[in-house]
């Protein structure tokens, strides 16, 4: 299931800032059209952080029925509340959810033997294929790759999201885990030099805007068209880079919004970009031609 591009999905707002159904389900469709892998909803590109339970639930639901089964759903459903993430869980497997992506607890910062318990409290109470998220630059704890490759003993473990910007922690993780662990790339950037090392795919932020461009980078390398994926990689660095001037996903959701794709509306703390930087992606958009 986890080979591919992963679309890591904003959550669109109105005006009002209650969710844009509408917005929602389009991306949606433009996704699947251009061919990713699998979708994520409501992970940090979903803003999660700032909506509710029932909105984050509400935002599942909207993305497995109008994905229909024809890509798997990989819900966001994470907490520093190990009880909330059991919940939430449990809630988007019954309704049809692919998987469950389980971001490490933030701010309590828990140890590792922590960490461990969280993890593997969540894949015996909900019995989804899951996806473990290290992200330290947020979270404020790294998950250490002998935590990691523990984990990977629980069967449905499956997979890691791994964002730490170590390469020698990438490279740590894939010369010692089990093929049924699988690892994908939390940043656009390295999403390349990972599959090369043996990764699986990654969980995109720019393949809300450029799917097909994404795709074609990750297949190529997967299939071993090394020249072409190179090639495909410098050409979108500058949207990769243009995509973390500000906070995730503040530029994106500028970006979709120089498309036509959602309105620019985001919920406090997250605010719109400084004028420096909209001109900064408003390049990127100009020359990749994305609107």
């Not at 890691?160 to 922690?169: D, N, V, W």
């Not at 809300?208 to 997967?222: E, F, K, Q």
């Amino acid at each position: 299931m986890f080979t591919g591009v992963f679309t890591a999905l904003v959550t669109p707002f109105n005006k009002d800032e209650s969710i844009d159904e509408g917005a929602l389900r389009a991306l949606v469709e433009f996704q699947i059209e251009k061919g990713v892998s699998g979708l994520v909803p409501v992970g940090t590109t979903g803003e999660s952080p700032t909506v509710t339970h029932d909105e984050n639930i509400r935002v599942i639901e909207i993305v497995i029925d109008q994905a229909a089964g024809r890509v798997p759903v990989c819900a966001g459903t994470g907490s520093n509340s190990t009880k909330e993430a059991v919940d939430m869980s449990q809630r988007a497997r019954e309704l049809g959810a692919s998987a469950t992506l389980q971001v490490a607890p933030y701010y309590n910062k828990p140890n590792q033997e922590g960490l461990y318990r969280h993890f593997s409290t969540i894949a015996d109470a909900v019995d989804l294929p899951q996806i473990v998220y290290n992200i330290p630059g947020r979270t404020g704890k790294n998950i250490e790759t002998e935590t990691v490759l523990r984990l990977a003993q629980h069967p449905n473990i499956q997979a890691l999201k791994e964002a730490s910007g170590s390469i020698p922690q990438m490279i740590d993780v894939l010369a010692n885990k089990p093929s049924s662990l699988a690892v994908l790339s939390g940043d656009d950037n390295l999403a390349l030099p990972l599959i090369l090392m043996g990764g699986s795919g990654v969980v995109s932020v720019a393949s809300n805007l450029a799917p097909a461009a994404i795709v074609h980078m990750v297949s190529s390398a997967l299939e071993g068209r090394l020249d072409q994926a190179r090639a495909a990689h410098y050409r979108l660095l500058p949207l990769f880079k243009a995509m973390f001037v500000d906070t995730n996903p503040i530029p994106v959701k500028y970006a979709l919004h120089l498309m036509g794709r959602v309105q620019e509306v985001y919920r406090l703390p997250l605010c719109p970009l400084a004028e420096d930087d909209k001109r900064k992606v408003e390049q990127v958009v100009r020359d990749l031609a994305l609107a």
